[in-house]
């Protein structure tokens, strides 16, 4: 098994944040007005700490025209501003580091009442306000911004519990439960929540279709700060399996 470079890397107090904000965060596709210096400064602090190995976010500002409007999602209206996801075409797993980073970074970012949206695939490459480092590649962009007040109050459709646990989750310790329902909640692409759970013998295993992907990572940051209170360890998995969380379960019991 691979030491997985999220491991250790968040604090708890940070942790505490992001599972706290979860519950909270939707898409938002219709931004208005700027964020203020106070923001900024903060989110450009969040970019810089928030970054596991191999990634690079950038904020910046951008145009409308940044973003492709597409028919089912309706397109992204009035952001003046997005994070620029970078991460190093050589990095192994770098697809699944880029999305703990990125979410991490969405997470923060909804903690302080700014409105994002993950975008990877409707944007003009040509507008991309900023140009990656020749060994790297943009792993996806995150529109961000003030939420308009006519903002659709997009309901989140999400499966069941039940859908994404291989077993029934009723029969695992709360930590896993917790983090399967934290998993459960995150955003993915085109709404697709790729993602698998199975728990046996203190070890919580993510599988995605596409085991290394942003979908990926996103989920890992969704279980990481769900348990960060316990003794966990996780590593890389293999095959289909993106990795595998480990709680020690005596100290679980005790608490
Ligand atoms: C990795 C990732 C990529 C995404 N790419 C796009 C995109 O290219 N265009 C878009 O309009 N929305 C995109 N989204 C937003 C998803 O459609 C949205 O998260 C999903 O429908 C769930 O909605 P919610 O985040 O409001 O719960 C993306 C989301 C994720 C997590």
Redesign the pocket.
């Known amino acids: 098994m691979r030491a997985c470079e999220i491991d250790r890397f968040y604090s708890p107090g940070q942790c505490l944040r992001w599972y706290a904000a979860i519950p909270a965060r ?2 938002c ?1 219709r931004f208005q007005g700027e964020l203020t210096t106070e923001m900024l400064t903060a989110l450009n602090y969040t970019a810089a700490r928030v970054c596991l190995p191999g990634v690079r976010i950038v904020l910046a500002e951008c145009g409308e025209s940044l973003f492709v409007r ?1 028919p089912v ?1 309706g ?2 209206s009035g952001a003046k501003r997005c994070a620029c996801i970078f991460v190093k075409k050589q990095q192994p797993h770098a697809m699944t580091l880029a ?1 703990i980073s990125g979410e991490a970074f969405v997470l923060e970012a909804q903690s302080m009442n700014v409105a994002t ?7 003009r490459r040509k507008l991309v306000p900023v140009e990656p480092e020749e060994d790297e590649k943009l792993a ?1 962009l995150i529109a961000l911004g003030t939420a308009a007040p006519e903002s659709p109050g ?1 309901k ?1 459709r999400r499966k069941a519990l039940a859908d994404i646990c291989l077993s029934p989750p009723a029969d695992w310790p709360h930590w896993a439960y917790q983090a399967a329902e934290a998993v459960r909640q995150a ?5 697709l929540q790729p993602w698998r759970l199975n728990y046996s013998h203190e070890v919580l295993r993510l599988l995605c279709k596409r085991p290394d992907s ?2 990926a990572g ?1 989920a890992m940051l969704h279980a990481e700060a769900a348990v960060s209170p316990q003794d966990r360890h996780w590593e890389w998995g293999e095959g289909s399996c993106t990795a595998h969380l480990l709680v020690t379960e005596k100290k679980q019991a005790a608490d």
């Open positions: 939707v898409s596709r597409v999602f397109g992204i999305g949206c993950w975008v990877s695939g409707t944007y996806a997009t989140r955003p993915s692409a085109v709404n942003l979908d996103i």
